[in-house]
């Protein structure tokens, strides 16, 4: 589907991070390029069990969506709640397709480049480079496609071309700064710059992580399990369980310090006192 629109055209949130008035107002905006344009939306957390947030706005939007925009939430999810209004809304304005974790991201590799040359190794590149998501691993091969006239795929092609996951990347620049490898966080950083990353979007995302490890180890602390944490946090479980994990090499003193500081970051970004470009590099560079 992405390859019927140019990359100006699309648009990519993640709801664990950006809001979602931010997602519908875009949705409802007119391209100042063309008349269609396509949104993906990561975590549409909205349609599962336990989860509501932004319902309210998301139904809102699918009772009368703007059909100029072609809207992709993705959910990871094992199943939709059948029961929320919200997923009945859907179910009748758009349409639902489920990919499990059975779907051979190798194989779709291969088949949707199968009249091109391309190595095993290069594959299993491409899939580290931009995950397993199946929509995503499409819309990036479709780039290949097109920016490769002779049919050959390189090491250089995938890199030069393709989105990396930012994901990964965060939770490596939080292990670099507090390691205090300044180096490695700052070459990650400039890495992710040079893709386009918005810096203030790292800083909102490293923020996040920081948070809640913060709020997860003190939780803990006081007795909470894991699934009383997550429906204290109104977060999915699988996030607080990845956030103990990552939270233990920490203490909790070094996070608040980080959140601190972040915080301090984006009231000097938002005032002017400082250049959002080079507030995270200081910040790395401080520590």
Do not use: W
Not at 5 to 26: C, P, T
Not at 38 to 53: Q, R, V
Not at 76 to 85: F, G, S, T, W
Not at 173 to 197: F, G, W
């Amino acid at each position: 589907m992405a390859g019927t629109f140019d990359d100006v055209n699309i648009s990519k949130y993640d709801l664990e991070n950006d809001s979602i008035n931010m997602v519908i107002d875009d949705c409802m905006t007119l391209s100042l390029f063309d008349d269609k344009k396509l949104i993906i939306c990561e975590n549409a957390n909205m349609f599962t069990a336990g989860s509501s947030n932004g319902s309210e706005h998301m139904e809102a939007y699918l009772t009368n969506p703007n059909p100029n925009t072609t809207l992709i939430l993705t959910v990871n999810h094992e199943k939709l709640d059948e029961r929320k209004k919200i997923t009945k809304l859907l179910k009748k304005v758009g349409t639902i397709k489920a990919f499990n974790d059975d779907i051979n991201s190798f194989d779709l590799v291969k088949n949707e480049l199968q009249d091109y040359h391309i190595s095993s190794s290069l594959i299993s590149l491409l899939i580290d480079r931009v995950g397993k998501n199946p929509l995503i691993l499409k819309r990036e091969i479709e780039k290949l496609k097109l920016y490769k006239e002779n049919k050959n795929i390189t090491e250089e092609d995938i890199l030069m071309v393709t989105h990396k996951k930012i994901d990964t990347d965060i939770f490596k620049l939080i292990d670099y700064i507090v390691q205090n490898d300044k180096d490695k966080a700052l070459e990650l950083y400039q890495e992710m710059v040079i893709q386009n990353e918005e810096p203030i979007k790292v800083i909102i995302m490293l923020a996040n992580q920081f948070r809640l490890m913060y709020q997860s180890k003190n939780l803990l602390k006081r007795g909470l399990s894991e699934k009383d944490i997550a429906e204290t946090l109104k977060v999915h479980p699988y996030r607080v369980k990845l956030a103990l994990q990552n939270g233990r090499k920490y203490s909790i003193d070094i996070l608040l310090d980080y959140l601190s500081d972040l915080a301090d970051m984006d009231i000097d970004i938002k005032t002017g006192k400082i250049d959002k470009n080079l507030a995270l590099e200081l910040f790395i560079l401080k520590k």
